[in-house]
């Protein structure tokens, strides 16, 4: 089963504060998930860095094929 969202080793840093530390997911096509977790565990940063919104410090985002940071004005006209 491919993958649609795929994200290895993802880390994001604002000035000192760690957001991302190593998140790595592989969502499967046709698969419902749901992102818990406390406050600053990361959620919004994750969801903004799939969306394109915001670069990774390291690590790598594939959303449909494509780089949401790279090209996202293909991944949503897609």
């Known amino acids: 089963m491919s993958s649609v969202i795929q994200v290895t080793e993802a880390r994001k840093k604002f000035f000192r504060q760690l957001a991302l ?5 592989a969502v ?33 985002i594939d959303v449909l094929g494509m780089n949401p940071a790279k090209q996202p004005l293909e991944m949503f006209t897609r």
Not at 33 to 48: F, M, Q, S, V
């Open 21 to 25: 530390d190593n998140v790595s997911l």
């Open 28 to 60: 499967p096509a046709g698969v419902v998930y749901a992102l818990l977790g406390e406050n600053g565990a990361g959620k919004t940063t994750l969801i903004r860095s799939l969306l394109g919104y915001y670069r990774l410090q390291s690590g790598s």
